[in-house]
């Protein structure tokens, strides 16, 4: 008990600490959650007084206060899987082509299919051919908004 009371003392000061510099730099909330939990470890409080003060199960807070007494960082390790398969660069000059590029004659916006189409044909103007659905998948995780119609900017 006298730790939580040295704690109380030392803490505010500690999170105040963690918190101030995170308003100058980018860090993630996760960062945040994990500087949290270092710092409390740091005042000797208990697994579980650290995972209700944080908000985290409590194995989450002993699987990470295990890798920082070992000294491994407070970033995440990479993830495995699939590397993206279209490269940043395909996926800006996809934008640039359905912004600055005018539809066929006849019509009078892209839709994906159409522009899937003539993306195949035309291989130059982006570098591959894609399927709608991939087209439909950048533009969502822009800031265009993908109809199934037509695709135009979002008002953010």
């Given at each position: 008990m006298n730790d939580i009371v040295k704690a109380a003392k030392q803490g505010p000061q500690i999170l105040g600490d963690i918190q101030n510099s995170a308003v100058n730099t980018s860090w993630s909330k996760r960062i945040l959650q994990r500087m949290e939990i270092a710092a409390l470890c740091k005042c000797n409080i208990s697994y579980r007084h650290i995972s209700w003060f944080c908000g985290s199960h409590l194995q989450t807070v002993k699987s990470w206060i295990v890798r920082i007494e070992i000294g491994e960082t407070i970033s995440d390790h990479p993830r495995s899987?699939?590397?993206?398969?279209?490269?940043?660069d395909i996926c800006l000059k996809t934008i640039a082509f359905y912004c600055q590029i005018s539809p066929l004659?006849?019509?009078?916006?892209?839709?994906?299919?159409?522009?899937?189409?003539?993306?195949k044909e035309h291989l130059e103007v982006v570098g591959c051919a894609m399927s709608h659905c991939n087209y439909w998948a950048h533009f969502k995780?822009?800031?265009?908004?993908p109809s199934p119609e037509e695709v135009f900017l979002a008002n953010n």
């Open positions: 899987g699939r590397p993206p398969i279209f490269t940043q004659p006849g019509y009078i916006t892209w839709s994906l299919r159409l522009a899937e189409k003539y993306l995780s822009s800031c265009l908004t």
